[in-house]
């Protein structure tokens, strides 16, 4: 027979079998490991704890044995008892009209940390309401962000001094620009500016911020108080973030081949080496915004097609410099290119470029064959079609040629390579392709 007092005893007892809270829960699993000698998976299996984090808890518990069990954390914020000292402290400040932030500093001031939160708790507790908004000569002073004055050239301060600066390392290529007609280049390009921060000024400031990191124009505002910086620009202040974001916005695209020119002759007067060989690639830049008419292309950090500025880069392999660049490509001229650096090469050295290195997708098999004519030499990527595959797949194993990589650190020193001569549409003669495995 089941009784009352047995109904009564089981329910008694699932209060402790079948815990409520995650903290009688631990308790009730803790106890039944140390004291009733269960082993660590009953235990857990008996709690609902996957043996691993239930010697967790063993484990932390043995570290601090004194911990309290069955206290819930406190949550939000918590007023001071009635009869405390910083009640009638805040009280005191309410009657003075003022806010629960100004409560605030005031008591930091003296010393006393509380959130404005806890200070409001206590405030409606002793029944004021809210204050009315004030207006801000009514508000009392405290101290905020420095004013920095504008960028102004005219009021640049030549005099001798003493300042510390992180931009030290910026002066090292002074040299450089003190030869090149630096202003009288950009001042010839059009590029846009104004009487407080002419053309010249405008971009040494951006060019401060490329040369020293690689940091965004819309982060200057950390450093606009820099004297180097500032120094470096040939201005007063540097100039903030929104003059900066915007200037490129400001500049007409017909600006940029005329500047690009007159850059690439001035850099000759300095004797710097060109290289031989160039790096030539697309780069997009994403847009997010939605009314612009924009071309969708291949952003490859996220490996998919959208909205974006396709933009034309050629490095020198040597000394790894830009020495060209067009930001005004579009789809239906994007081929051609790499034809546009070739004969900007020329018309600027009298020669032709020797090597090109790019990707597949950068031009066509007919630019290739007028490459060839020009005698440029060049080196690209094919794309790895099944028909281009199977074709490979079927040579003979003797066709291919074991060679091995020196002076390399890396696992796989021996690859082999399958080198013959094949026939491409709209390509004249034949081409020499290199297969590789094992790589």
Not at 401 to 422: Q, S, W
């Amino acid at each position: 027979m089941f009784n009352g007092k047995d109904e009564e005893l089981t329910k008694t007892s699932r209060f402790f079998l079948e815990p409520k809270n995650s903290t009688h829960r631990q308790y009730e699993a803790l106890r039944a490991y140390f004291v009733d000698k269960l082993s660590s998976e009953e235990a857990a299996r008996k709690f609902g704890y996957s043996p691993g984090s239930f010697r967790v808890l063993c484990h932390q518990f043995r570290q601090n044995p004194d911990r309290q069990f069955f206290c819930p954390p406190s949550k939000g914020p918590h007023a001071p008892k009635k009869k405390d000292k910083v009640r009638d402290k805040i009280v005191a400040l309410r009657k003075k009209n003022l806010s629960i932030y100004d409560i605030k500093e005031q008591l930091k001031e003296t010393g006393v940390q509380i959130s404005p939160p806890a200070i409001s708790t206590i405030l409606k507790e002793e029944g004021f309401a809210k204050l009315p908004r004030r207006r801000d000569e009514e508000k009392p002073h405290y101290t905020g962000p420095e004013a920095v004055e504008p960028a102004d050239v005219r009021n640049l301060d030549l005099s001798a001094r003493n300042f510390r600066t992180k931009f030290g390392g910026l002066f090292l290529f002074i040299p450089y620009l003190a030869k090149l007609p630096f202003d009288q280049i950009m001042n010839q390009a059009k590029l846009p500016g104004s009487v407080q921060i002419p053309a010249g000024h405008a971009m040494r400031s951006l060019l401060a911020l490329k040369l020293f990191g690689n940091a965004r124009s819309s982060h200057v505002m950390s450093e606009v108080l820099d004297e180097g910086l500032a120094l470096f620009a040939g201005l007063n202040k540097i100039p903030k973030r929104t003059f900066l974001t915007e200037y490129s916005c400001r500049i007409d695209p017909a600006v940029y081949p005329k500047l690009m020119s007159a850059w690439f002759d001035a850099l000759s007067s300095l004797g710097l080496a060109r290289g031989s060989s160039f790096d030539l690639d697309f780069h997009t830049i994403p847009f997010h915004g939605e009314d612009a008419i924009m071309e969708k292309h291949y952003v490859s950090k996220r490996s998919r097609r959208q909205k974006g500025i396709l933009a034309f880069l050629a490095q020198d392999g040597d000394n790894r410099v830009f020495c060209y660049a067009n930001a005004d490509v579009r789809k239906n001229d994007q081929n051609d290119e790499i034809l546009s650096f070739a004969k900007f090469w020329k018309e600027r050295t009298g020669h032709y470029p020797q090597e090109l290195i790019f990707d597949s997708k950068l031009t066509t098999y007919p630019n290739l064959n007028e490459l060839n004519q020009m005698g440029i030499c060049f080196i690209t990527l094919r794309r790895r079609t099944k028909k281009i595959l199977d074709s490979i797949n079927k040579e003979s194993l003797s066709a291919w040629r074991k060679i091995e990589l020196k002076n390399v650190t890396r696992a796989y020193r021996t690859p082999r390579i399958l080198d013959h001569k094949i026939q491409l549409s709209g390509y004249e003669g034949p081409i020499r392709q290199m297969a590789i495995k094992d790589l």
